[in-house]
């Protein structure tokens, strides 16, 4: 005769160890698929390997051109809400927050 406790911990641990096993090897499988695919989509030449580099430079090039633009613009903005601001405090205009009130 079995122990109840035995079994109720059984009831817990094996389907744990059989799921852990199944991951680990779904891992396995994913590893080798995912590795073959890299090795069959890798460039097969040195001069494929460059234009990608040189592309990826051009990218480069471009993404830090529209981060300088973008601060620009943002720097802009940051200058005219201080000056609409500024004009409204020395008008006596209430700003939005103490108009919200009324």
Known sequence: MQDPQVIQILQIVAPTVIAV???????AVADSWFGKRAKRLAPQDAAAQARIEERLNQLTTAVDAI??????????????TKLL???????GVPAISDRAGT
């Open 21 to 27: 096993v199944f991951i680990i090897a779904a891992a």
């Open 85 to 91: 601001a500024d004009n409204a405090a020395a008008s």
């Open 67 to 80: 981060a300088v633009e973008v601060e620009r613009i943002s720097e802009g903005q940051r200058f005219t």
